[in-house]
């Protein structure tokens, strides 16, 4: 009798084995079939409605991690089919659980209602450069609770999605481009609004990052050592400050060759010698 019981057991559990190990095989085929179907569906449909990269990406993104959580439910129920159970009773007192858990869960709910709202009215795409929830920098991705942030010193930040009260997205239009430079006291401001200008000029005709300007706009401040000049440009997204390190060093070239100084802080050491 105790063998005949072993016997079921081995036949049982070898017949639950090959279950499992089907439900695993269709499991590793239909994963990444179904990436490669959301990503052919959202190129086809990216040159449909001419939608931008960022906005492909998000979308895309997004669709892959509802098939990821879908996939895996679906993978947990098949599992526990395997072994014969009666998953009915186990769903209604799965969803009673959940009901229970729902009340101390509100935040991941706020999540996804927030995200479904940033996602639907498109305050962020991905590569856009925002400020959001305290930390600023490029969005890599926009998912269901979160929203990844890559910051300029390569820290990615998980923003949950419900502390996103306002989006600063930095990334929609021209960006402007703002330096002030200061030129010293004894310099003739007309002069070097002159040279600033003809630099500004020369830029514009050879820099396709720019849009419109660069333009000296005057006089920003009167300082104590120095009178600084503003110059304003519009550029490309996320090109404004490649092109204010080139417009820096052109007027620091030009003032130089124009004979007009750039002020630095000055230190006068004055030296006493006592005499007995």
């Given at each position: 009798?105790?063998?005949?019981?072993?016997e079921?057991?081995?036949?049982?559990?070898?017949?639950?084995?090959?279950?499992?190990?089907?439900?695993?095989?269709v499991?590793?085929?239909?994963?990444?079939?179904?990436r490669?179907?959301?990503h052919?569906?959202?190129?086809?449909?990216?040159?449909?409605?001419?939608?931008?990269?960022?906005?492909?990406?998000?979308?895309?993104?997004?669709?892959?991690?509802i098939?990821?959580?879908?996939?895996?439910?679906?993978?947990?129920?098949?599992?526990?089919?395997?072994?014969?159970?009666?998953?009915?009773?186990?769903?209604?007192?799965?969803?009673?659980?959940?009901?229970?858990?729902?009340?101390?869960?509100?935040?991941?709910?706020?999540?996804?209602?927030?995200?479904f709202?940033?996602?639907?009215?498109?305050?962020?795409?991905?590569?856009?450069?925002?400020?959001?929830?305290g930390?600023?920098?490029?969005?890599?991705?926009?998912?269901?609770?979160?929203?990844q942030?890559?910051?300029?010193?390569?820290?990615?930040?998980?923003?949950?999605?419900?502390?996103?009260?306002?989006?600063?997205?930095?990334?929609?239009?021209?960006?402007?481009?703002?330096?002030?430079?200061?030129?010293s006291?004894?310099?003739?401001?007309?002069?070097?609004?002159?040279?600033?200008?003809?630099?500004?000029?020369?830029?514009?005709?050879?820099?396709?990052?720019?849009?419109?300007?660069?333009?000296?706009v005057?006089?920003?401040?009167?300082?104590?050592?120095?009178?600084?000049?503003?110059?304003?440009a519009?550029?490309?997204?996320?090109?404004?400050?490649?092109?204010e390190?080139?417009?820096?060093?052109?007027?620091?070239?030009?003032?130089?060759?124009a004979?007009?100084?750039?002020?630095?802080?000055?230190?006068?050491?004055?030296?006493?010698?006592?005499?007995?």
């Amino acid at each position: 009798m105790d063998f005949f019981n072993m016997e079921q057991l081995a036949t049982s559990a070898v017949a639950i084995g090959g279950k499992i190990l089907l439900i695993l095989i269709v499991f590793a085929l239909l994963a990444p079939i179904g990436r490669r179907v959301i990503h052919s569906s959202m190129n086809q449909l990216g040159k449909r409605q001419n939608l931008t990269e960022g906005r492909k990406q998000t979308l895309e993104k997004l669709l892959l991690s509802i098939y990821t959580y879908v996939l895996f439910f679906i993978f947990l129920v098949m599992i526990l089919g395997a072994f014969d159970l009666d998953i009915g009773p186990m769903l209604a007192a799965a969803g009673i659980v959940g009901l229970a858990i729902g009340f101390g869960a509100q935040g991941i709910v706020s999540d996804v209602v927030t995200g479904f709202f940033i996602l639907v009215e498109k305050q962020i795409d991905v590569d856009d450069y925002i400020t959001a929830g305290g930390e600023n920098g490029i969005v890599e991705e926009l998912g269901l609770r979160t929203t990844q942030v890559r910051g300029f010193d390569g820290t990615l930040h998980f923003i949950p999605n419900r502390n996103i009260l306002n989006v600063n997205n930095h990334s929609r239009g021209n960006m402007r481009a703002l330096v002030d430079i200061g030129i010293s006291y004894d310099a003739s401001i007309d002069e070097a609004m002159v040279v600033l200008q003809r630099v500004c000029d020369d830029l514009r005709d050879s820099d396709e990052r720019i849009k419109d300007g660069p333009n000296v706009v005057g006089v920003q401040s009167i300082g104590s050592s120095d009178i600084v000049l503003r110059i304003l440009a519009q550029t490309k997204n996320m090109e404004q400050w490649g092109v204010e390190r080139e417009i820096r060093k052109r007027i620091k070239e030009a003032l130089d060759e124009a004979g007009i100084d750039i002020p630095f802080p000055h230190q006068e050491i004055i030296m006493k010698n006592d005499q007995d």
